[in-house]
């Protein structure tokens, strides 16, 4: 059973599913480049544009504890 996401990992999801395509190819820019920016963004961040994540991330993890109230991290 995976972990519940964190604040950061929704954001960086919501992130990348809106990042625009390369306008030379019209590709997918690589998840690598993309994971910095959405790291450097949410860094510059006020704490106010990322409490919405924040409660999101809350949610899914009592989310979780519903679904598996025995799990316990154990990495």
Do not use: C
Not at 55 to 64: G, Q
Request: glycine content about 2%; cysteine-free; charged content about 30%.
């Amino acid at each position: 059973v995976k972990r519940p996401p964190n604040a950061f990992v929704l954001f960086r999801a919501d992130f990348f599913k809106n990042y625009p395509l390369d306008a030379v190819t019209g590709r997918r820019v690589p998840q690598s480049i993309i994971s910095k920016e959405a790291g450097l963004t949410w860094n510059r961040m006020p704490y106010e544009r990322k409490e919405p994540w924040y409660s999101r991330a809350h949610l899914a993890k009592e989310e979780h504890a519903r679904k598996y109230p025995d799990y316990r991290f154990r990495p």
